[in-house]
């Protein structure tokens, strides 16, 4: 049982994905990847749009898949160096990837409105590193990236989108997660929707799909069309096509009871962005009650993934943190903060990050999903009320 009135999450795991799953292991034999993953693959594109989805383990599995897959696919080592633009504000796995890699990077400021790229860190990223040509835009909070200033900026380079807490947001109505060569979505337990853990790329190029199919499996040709692997079947007739290895690959491949999670979660996957869009507006109204406490900050396509406090200043941040706490509601910090501050990065091209500092030192969140509703925010209201400096 929570100590919390307002816990950062509840259980999102209810009787009916139960149900689905005994049902499942009553009927199936089967429980790593096979058909409910293949299912779940198809209606997830079908949400989202687009024409091709690979399930994987995780949000983090993901992203380092879809980075690897990009460097297979668009870069020769001997030809061009791929080069990386990522902001300061994001996951930590992101980076952690980028040096897992080797992978060269650049890292740039966020934007205090919206938490994507600021245009001032664009403009001082194309001044000096404009060999740069891989963007990763990171949807942080479920707040959408400015796709146009980029492509302002950058028009020539891949862009990849992580997308992993940011289900339903949308740049003037076109979904995030379907502007560039591929994206991630996690279904970690605290995001729109869960399959306890888990993860799912996109991409509507099908020769970049049938690539990611091979990585995410051993580098295994087996789940390919009949087509695409009788073509590496015959450049290599001396191998045994059960065992063909086209790829030097990775198992990030999930079961089929995370498949049936998901199925049972997607179809009311709607109804749970809808109540996240409905909390954060009513939040954003509480907050603009306090201007000597809070900036405001980007609601426009904004899928709520938590609800994020932009303090005024750091001792603003201290009082408000621990009133909410005091009140029974839970806080985290604003993700990893600034990530150039965490010990594990070995970052050396870095333009300067004065907003992602303030938000590190300022900012932190509080949990939004479809157990929050107006009990929760009237139990803010009255701890906010309390605030006194």
Request: aromatic fraction near 12%; charge should be negative.
């Amino acid at each position: 049982m929570s100590k919390y009135e307002w816990p950062l999450m509840a259980n999102a795991i209810g009787e009916e994905e139960k149900s689905a799953m005994l049902n499942f292991i009553e009927s199936s034999n089967r429980f790593t990847n096979g058909p409910k993953v293949k299912e779940f693959e198809r209606k997830w594109s079908q949400w989202l749009g687009i024409k091709h989805s690979v399930f994987v383990n995780s949000g983090s599995s993901a992203n380092a898949l879809l980075l690897w897959a990009v460097k297979r696919r668009f870069f020769d080592p001997e030809d061009k160096e791929m080069v990386v633009l990522t902001p300061a504000c994001t996951w930590a796995t992101n980076l952690a990837t980028l040096q897992q890699f080797n992978i060269r990077f650049v890292v740039c400021d966020n934007d205090l409105w919206d938490f994507g790229f600021s245009e001032d860190t664009l403009k001082e990223v194309k001044m000096n590193y404009p060999d740069v040509n891989v963007i990763w835009a990171t949807h942080l909070m479920g707040s959408p990236v400015n796709m146009d200033l980029i492509d302002e900026y950058f028009p020539d380079a891949h862009i990849i989108e992580d997308c992993c807490e940011s289900h339903g947001a949308d740049l003037n109505g076109k979904l995030v997660g379907t502007f560039g060569v591929g994206s991630t979505f996690s279904f970690y337990f605290g995001h729109h929707m869960t399959t306890i853990e888990g993860g799912m790329i996109c991409t509507n190029d099908t020769d970049f799909y049938h690539l990611l199919l091979m990585l995410r499996s051993h580098g295994l040709s087996r789940e390919l069309p009949a087509e695409v692997k009788q073509k590496f079947e015959r450049k290599n007739p001396e191998i045994d096509s059960r065992f063909l290895f086209p790829e030097g690959g990775f198992n990030f491949r999930s079961g089929e009871l995370n498949a049936v999670i998901g199925l049972t979660q997607l179809s009311h996957l709607d109804r749970f962005i809808q109540i996240r869009k409905e909390n954060v507006i009513q939040f954003d109204s509480i907050l603009r009650k306090h201007p000597q406490l809070f900036k405001p900050f980007n609601l426009k396509g904004n899928s709520s993934m938590v609800l994020p406090f932009i303090c005024q200043t750091s001792q603003i941040r201290n009082t408000v943190l621990e009133k909410l706490e005091e009140q029974g509601i839970e806080t985290r910090p604003f993700l990893v903060g600034n990530i150039l501050n965490q010990p594990f990065v070995n970052a050396l091209e870095v333009v300067a990050t004065p907003n992602a500092d303030f938000l590190d030192k300022c900012a932190f969140y509080i949990g939004n999903n479809q157990f929050v509703g107006k009990k929760e925010l009237r139990l803010l209201e009255k701890a906010l009320s309390e605030v006194s400096l």
